[in-house]
């Protein structure tokens, strides 16, 4: 019962739960930027690429449908986000009560775990469309490909959803027998 009441006063969780929820909020604003960029490109193309001063000769209006392409692939990403996001909140309400190992945050995470997964397959499809879009006239650096450490987290993810999910078995076994 200390151990919880430790847990349930420690001072990072309402900061995290502060800074999840901005990030929340951020990633919809970012989503929203993404969709008004992507409109403008394809509605508004002349206009777009006059008002950022885009010219032939940049080479940027040939490699516009790939940059779209990569556009709507961060769409898609803005929702796996959200999700991700919106798991960890109730997560940290488990924590803050003292009582993590239960089985929706096992649940939460095997979730996680593979909305991760989903995310890395993107950033590797967006990677690949960077790379075919660049050349040495007008190169593209975008931080998207293989990531060591982010196929790392969708395996350490994969790995606490199993011990949440054991985690959770051993204390109602342990309740059991009281």
Same mark, same amino acid.
């Given at each position: 019962m200390i151990r919880r009441r430790a847990m349930s006063r420690s001072s990072i969780l309402p900061f995290t739960w502060v800074f999840l929820r901005l990030v929340i909020l951020l990633n919809w604003l970012g989503g929203a930027a993404i969709l008004a960029l992507l409109i403008a490109t394809v509605v508004f193309q002349q206009w777009?690429?006059?008002? @950022?001063g885009i010219t032939q000769a940049s080479g940027i209006p040939a490699m516009l449908p790939g940059l779209q392409a990569i556009a709507v692939l961060g769409l898609v990403a803005i929702p796996l986000n959200h999700a991700v996001l919106s798991r960890l909140l109730p997560m940290i309400e488990t924590v803050r009560r003292g009582d993590p190992f239960v089985g929706a945050n096992a649940l939460r995470l095997r979730t996680i775990a593979w909305v991760l997964l989903?995310?890395?397959?993107?950033?590797?499809?967006?990677?690949?469309? +960077?790379?075919?879009?660049? *050349?040495? +006239?007008?190169?593209?650096?975008?931080?998207? +490909?293989?990531?060591?450490?982010?196929? @790392?987290?969708?395996?350490? *993810?994969?790995?606490?959803?199993?011990?949440?999910?054991? +985690? *959770? @078995?051993?204390?109602?076994?342990?309740?059991?027998?009281?």
């Open positions: 777009s690429m006059k008002a @950022l989903a995310l890395q397959l993107l950033s590797i499809a967006i990677g690949a469309i +960077g790379r075919a879009l660049s *050349t040495p +006239g007008h190169p593209l650096h975008l931080d998207a +490909g293989f990531s060591i450490s982010g196929w @790392l987290a969708v395996l350490l *993810t994969f790995i606490l959803a199993r011990v949440f999910a054991a +985690g *959770t @078995l051993m204390r109602e076994d342990l309740e059991g027998m009281i």
